[in-house]
Nanobody, 115 residues
């Protein structure tokens, strides 16, 4: 049984910073990623990172502001979010794709950017 658990999130003012953490257990993840879903919108990719080579991919909307990092030994992935904007407000989900190409998702954590 693979479990994915997110932590972090909360309320931050525009221009502020916030960090999210994700831990997967039960299987090694081929890659881990962060997605988000704002009210009334579809879930969208934020950033992903592969275990091998630490290859990273970012959505254009967060490039230069967000940084994803990985601890392979701990099977964790963190997302550092800087210069946050109101449009970054969403529920953020962590995902783990196993080497069997199964995707497992966390329960989500709310990020609200507002003054």
């Amino acid at each position: 049984q693979v479990q994915v658990v997110e932590s972090g999130g909360g309320l931050v003012q525009p221009g502020g910073s916030l960090g999210l953490s994700c831990a997967a257990s039960g299987s090694i993840c081929r890659f881990m990623g962060w997605y988000r879903q704002a009210p009334g919108k579809e879930r969208e990719l934020v950033a992903t990172i592969f275990t091998v080579g630490s290859i990273k991919n970012y959505a254009d909307s967060v490039k230069g502001r967000f940084t994803i990092s990985r601890d392979n030994a701990k099977n964790t992935a963190d997302l550092q979010m800087n210069t946050l904007k109101p449009e970054d407000t969403a529920v953020y989900y962590c995902t783990c794709r196993t080497y069997g190409n199964y995707d497992y998702w966390g329960q989500g954590t709310q990020v609200t950017v507002s003054s």
